[in-house]
């Protein structure tokens, strides 16, 4: 065990709010005409609200005092490591040989646009391997392994080919944020700092890739585009429960809640103006703090802290517990949660597959184990 001097729980509080005030923040420089009607405004007010409400319970509790010790292990074997993400990413190229038939970029954009509006029904049998059960298990890793050896970083490299390739970066989403957690726990800023200009660069790079309208941009253009990429000016109109309670059962209508997007965003006049482009309200991001700043408004900070003090309690519970079998499960349902705060509403649809991903880990660890004889534990 190591006793941290500086405190984890803290530093991992900061980040997520800082996502949560710092992205609607950057759409401030926009000007937006018949959309600047004071919700942003009072949106990042409350979300600096629920910050300070949060962080007094939290203190309260002693939750940023130092943690005892936070345990990592070692939990697999190179070679099983490599095998599994290799035979996924190989499964994985029969579909994209399938339906790619030149590897040019203007092949390789338009199967990613096409998969992106669900043009390739029934692949998840082939995706499922390298852009579900891989990078569930590369969350895992990051958070309870004790040293991230050549196996990972193999394996999050074909995670980023198999992402791209379908245009849709999500998969990636947990493995970057679970990666700066890790940097708040070793406490090697310079990695924070470098990781940060990785990941812009990446998501620059991204956009660059698969939308024209970013080349004409200035770099200070190309930010704000990035990070305001929500638009949250134009989702944020409070209605109060117009959509009505019964509607609220379409939040579980698995395997996607495109029937409660459809209905809750009917209700919002402003999508006409700021999102002219779009068709199908399916398509629009719906975070959790929008949808209850749209239902609930002034009770939101209320609502916001109980939702992170619980993710805190997650969270905590990952960093100190010696259980792998409790950590595989923990690790998605933060991950979950975390998605469901900041990228997408529809981050819930994986609940279904927390408990199958879970399983998969679990025999996944315990087939390491008996075809590679483990032989150290190491504690840091």
């Known amino acids: 065990m190591h006793i941290y001097k500086t405190n984890i729980i803290l530093k991992i509080f900061f980040f997520i709010f800082s996502l949560l005030l710092f992205l609607p923040m950057a759409e401030l420089y926009r000007v937006t005409g018949i959309l600047d009607d004071g919700d942003l405004e009072i949106y990042i007010f409350l979300i600096f609200s629920s910050a300070l409400f949060t962080f007094a319970i939290l203190y309260k509790l002693n939750y940023f005092k130092s943690l005892n010790g936070i345990y990592f292990d070692k939990i697999y074997k190179q070679k099983f490591m490599l095998f599994i993400s290799s035979m996924s990413f190989i499964w994985f190229l029969f579909f994209i040989i399938k339906n790619i038939h030149s590897f040019t970029i203007i092949d390789i954009v338009t199967f990613a646009e096409g998969y992106r509006n669900g043009a390739y029904t029934g692949s998840g049998i082939y995706t499922a391997p390298i852009l579900i059960i891989i990078p569930s298990f590369l969350l895992l890793i990051i958070m309870k392994q004790s040293k991230l050896d050549f196996s990972f970083y193999f394996s999050v490299l074909l995670v980023f080919i198999a992402s ?13 944020i679970f990666a700066l957690h890790r940097i708040f726990i070793k406490s090697d800023f310079k990695k924070l700092f470098l990781s940060l200009i990785i990941l812009f660069l990446f998501l620059v790079s991204f956009k660059y890739f698969l939308n024209d309208n970013i080349k004409d941009m200035s770099f200070f253009d190309i930010v704000i585009y990035i990070l305001s990429r ?5 989702l944020l109109e409070f209605n109060g429960f117009q959509i009505g309670f019964e509607q ?4 579980f209508d698995f395997p996607t809640i495109t029937h409660f997007k459809e209905i809750f965003y009917s209700y919002n006049n402003d999508i006409s103006y700021g999102m002219p482009f779009v068709y199908l309200y399916s398509g629009i991001a719906l975070v959790l703090p929008v949808f209850l700043y749209n239902t609930i408004y002034m009770f939101m900070p209320v609502f916001i802290s109980v939702y992170i003090l619980f993710s805190m309690y997650i969270l905590k519970k990952i960093l100190t517990t010696k259980s792998l079998i409790l950590s595989s499960f923990l690790v998605n349902l933060y991950f979950i949660q975390i998605l469901v705060l900041i990228e997408d509403l529809g981050g819930m649809t994986k609940l279904p597959l927390l408990l199958i991903v879970s399983i998969f880990m679990i ?10 004889k483990r032989k150290e534990k190491n504690v840091i």
């Open 230 to 234: 929500l638009d949250y000016r134009t």
């Open 248 to 251: 609220l059962k379409y939040l």
């Open 363 to 372: 025999i996944g660890i315990k087939i390491s184990k008996i075809i590679f």
């Open 164 to 176: 791209s390739l379908v245009g849709l970066r999500i998969y990636l989403f947990g493995i970057i």
